[in-house]
């Protein structure tokens, strides 16, 4: 039900919003609604009521997922369980969703497909890390019972057993899937170790990359493709950017300008098209942040004297990337943010930022709008602001007295945006003042309450799949 926000001082209480502004007609049999029944819901996210009724909510209170209605939220997941907040994948309609519960050595895995009869399996990994959905299946990334890293892939269709696992060498291995669903990497950080495998069969594909790791790697957002940073055999300081073709294993490198000594920790990461990427240097102020154009091979250096350039994130269309400069301590005071737009020589000072010492930032998905979560410098208050980055220009959406404001997430048509602040509710809460999901409109600046009185908005942070 939605309510007018009202901010009240409290205590910092951990929070969650999942997936918020998604615009679904969701239909999961067995679940709280029936096959026939059409919801529209607005927002999903993970919440706590006084379960065991004994006046306070807790991690012994049972955690479920909620849909969120202009009537009434509605329980997606099975109300006799709790779910595991760190363990939750959709899709991006809400149409799909697997999620694990139980403890640690007895935990479950509940998979709800659209268009399939929910189902249950107990999970044979103790330490579940992370859950995909693609092509219909559902991929478990997690620990065995020897805290080795392994990947389970099950098929709801065929659910009494994983349909393909793959048991890494080590426990320090992460994986991920590419964006077709039909390739799976694993990397080892410490000792550089690399594979690449086909999904669902676990097949082990060929490709040939000889060189120093000097990042992890990261996959296209959009291709099977995936990026990282590499110093050369023969002069490991020569840094390089190399793309992999996970479909056929070919390799394309693009030589940096400027190199970097081996062992400089640098992060690699794609804009949201896949037409760039950036190696940064982390905590190195005296390296440039370099960009590639992945389509027509050039490449650029940027670099703010006495600054560490961050990449926050790329434009929704990739017209231009919003920067973090980071003094060198001692040489400035604060934050401040930056516009770029490739191949220019250099990125260009946000002055609308200015007045407000911010501490989030969330891109919108469709404009070159930025919401931001700070503090006034003219009233002292929090507040939630809106840079137009393009324009340059600073929009104050509502302030408040309240301090704990957090998990920012854009509607998915820029409308509205979503946040979790102190509710108000007369509940006694273990972690701090009780928590609500709340909206603004970026229009008109009203704030409304969109979780029900009564639920505690818990969990921990995670963004939809």
Do not use: K
């Not at 379960?51 to 955690?63: E, K, P």
């Not at 799909?96 to 999970?123: D, K």
């Not at 231009?320 to 980071?326: G, I, K, P, W």
């Amino acid at each position: 039900m939605d309510e007018v926000f009202r901010p009240r001082f409290g205590l910092n209480a951990r929070a969650v919003l999942l997936a918020a502004g998604l615009s679904a007609a969701l239909c999961l049999p067995g679940l709280a609604l029936s096959a026939q029944e059409d919801v529209s819901f607005s927002a999903f996210y993970v919440g706590r009521t006084d379960s065991n009724q004994d006046g306070l909510v807790d991690t012994n209170d049972i955690a479920l997922i909620y849909g969120a209605t202009d009537e009434a939220d509605v329980p997606l997941s099975d109300a006799s369980v709790s779910v595991r907040s760190s363990t939750i994948a959709y899709d991006t309609n809400g149409l799909s969703m697997a999620y694990t519960h139980g403890a640690e050595n007895a935990i479950s895995l509940t998979m709800a497909l659209a268009g399939q009869e929910p189902v249950t399996v107990p999970l044979s990994l103790p330490l579940p890390g992370r859950l995909e959905l693609h092509n219909g299946l559902v991929i478990v990334h997690g620990a065995n019972a020897e805290q080795i890293a392994e990947v389970q892939v099950f098929d709801p269709a065929s659910p009494a057993a994983p349909i393909a696992t793959h048991t890494f060498r080590s426990a320090d291995t992460a994986s991920s899937v590419s964006a077709s669903g039909t390739r799976l990497m694993g990397y080892n950080q410490f000792t550089g170790g690399l594979s690449l495998f086909t999904l669902p069969d676990m097949a082990p594909v060929d490709f040939a990359l000889a060189g120093y790791a000097s990042t992890s790697p990261s996959w296209s957002p959009v291709d099977d493709v995936f990026a990282m940073g590499i110093g050369m055999i023969d002069n490991p300081n020569d840094a390089r950017i190399v793309l992999v073709d996970g479909q056929t294993g070919a390799v394309t490198e693009f030589d940096v300008p400027e190199d970097f000594a081996l062992g400089t920790p640098a992060t690699i990461r794609w804009s949201n098209t896949g037409r760039y990427v950036s190696l940064d240097p982390i905590n190195d102020p005296l390296t440039a942040l370099s960009v590639v154009d992945v389509q027509t091979g050039e490449v650029v250096s940027l670099r703010v004297d006495g600054s560490r350039l961050i990449v926050q994130d790329w434009a929704a269309d990739d017209s231009f990337m919003l920067l973090l400069a980071q003094p060198s301590p001692g040489d400035g005071p604060e934050l401040s943010l930056m516009r770029y737009t490739f191949p220019d020589a250099a990125p260009v000072d946000l002055v609308s930022p200015e007045t407000v010492d911010f501490n989030s930032i969330e891109w919108a998905s469709q404009s070159t709008q930025v919401a931001i979560v700070g503090r006034a410098e003219a009233s002292g208050q929090t507040g939630i602001f809106v840079i137009d980055a393009a324009a340059d220009t600073l929009t104050p959406l509502f302030e408040t007295p309240e301090t704990d404001l957090r998990g920012v997430f854009w509607s998915g048509d820029d409308d509205s945006v979503y946040f979790i602040a102190p509710s108000g509710d007369d509940l006694f809460s273990s972690e701090g003042d009780p928590t609500a999901l709340y909206r603004v409109s970026v229009e008109t600046g009203e704030v409304v309450r969109v979780s029900d009185e009564g639920i505690v908005v818990a969990g921990y942070p995670s963004r939809r799949n």
